[in-house]
Antibody, heavy 117, light 108 residues
Framework: QVQLQESGPGLVKPSQTLSLTCTVSGGSISGGDYYWSWIRQPPGKGLEWIGYIYYSGSTYYNPSLESRVTISIDTSKNQFSLKLSSVTAADTAVYYC?????????WGQGTTVTVSS | EIVLTQSPGTLSLSPGERATLSCRASQSVSSSYLAWYQQKPGQAPRLLIYGASSRATGIPDRFSGSGSGTDFTLTISRLEPEDFAVYYCQQSGTSPLTFGGGTKVEIK
């Protein structure tokens, strides 16, 4: 079955760029009518959708983050990635990648990113 | 942006009891694009219900979803010990995708 795994630095300095990668295994990132999402959850809080990408490269971002977010896809590596620029402490969260169809049906385990100097 | 408001914030119930969770949208949501998730501490959310009323793969039939338009409900017919968790509704019919604030189902 399809599995997702996030990877990237757990600590990012303020004003720098957060970079994460999600590796898809057990299936092709190009197969099926799926969007590939990033979602985050600040400590003790709810879920916030960051954006998603289609295998063709089409992207959709949350307007609240759009000016700082870039999501890209590498079909040859079966990976998609998140870049969030100019981070502050408010960007400290668990970051999840997920597959999106009618619902977010497959999730990675999540990776904690702390923004601190 | 569609705002999803979940109520109650916390539901205190005993195993075996019925749980009824509400999700109200600020504007109409296509039923095809309303989902429910369960999240336990330290874990990623798990999809329970999609399309407002369809159970995801492997989800027990004690979980059911209903509703349309702006009012949706998740019902757990008889709570099992493993059902005590936080539940989120989510819509994907209108960008941006949005989540409700969550309902915590705790042991009474």
């Amino acid at each position: 079955q399809v599995q997702l795994q996030e990877s990237g630095p757990g600590l990012v300095k303020p004003s720098q760029t957060l970079s994460l990668t999600c590796t898809v295994s057990g299936g092709s990132i190009s197969g099926g009518d799926y969007y590939w999402s990033w979602i985050r959850q600040p400590p003790g809080k709810g879920l916030e959708w960051i954006g998603y990408i289609y295998y063709s490269g089409s992207t959709y971002y949350n307007p609240s983050l759009e000016s700082r977010v870039t999501i890209s896809i590498d079909t040859s590596k079966n990976q998609f990635s998140l870049k969030l620029s100019s981070v502050t402490a408010a960007d400290t969260a668990v970051y999840y990648c997920a597959r999106s169809s009618y619902g977010l049906d497959v999730w990675g385990q999540g990776t904690t990113v702390t923004v601190s100097s | 942006e569609i705002v999803l408001t979940q109520s109650p914030g916390t539901l205190s119930l005993s195993p075996g009891e019925r749980a009824t969770l509400s999700c109200r949208a600020s504007q109409s949501v296509s039923s095809s694009y309303l989902a429910w998730y369960q999240q336990k501490p330290g874990q990623a959310p798990r999809l329970l219900i999609y399309g407002a009323s369809s159970r995801a793969t492997g989800i027990p039939d004690r979980f059911s979803g209903s509703g349309s338009g702006t009012d949706f409900t998740l019902t757990i017919s008889r709570l099992e010990p493993e059902d005590f968790a936080v539940y989120y509704c989510q819509q994907s019919g209108t960008s941006p995708l949005t989540f409700g604030g969550g309902t915590k189902v705790e042991i009474k």
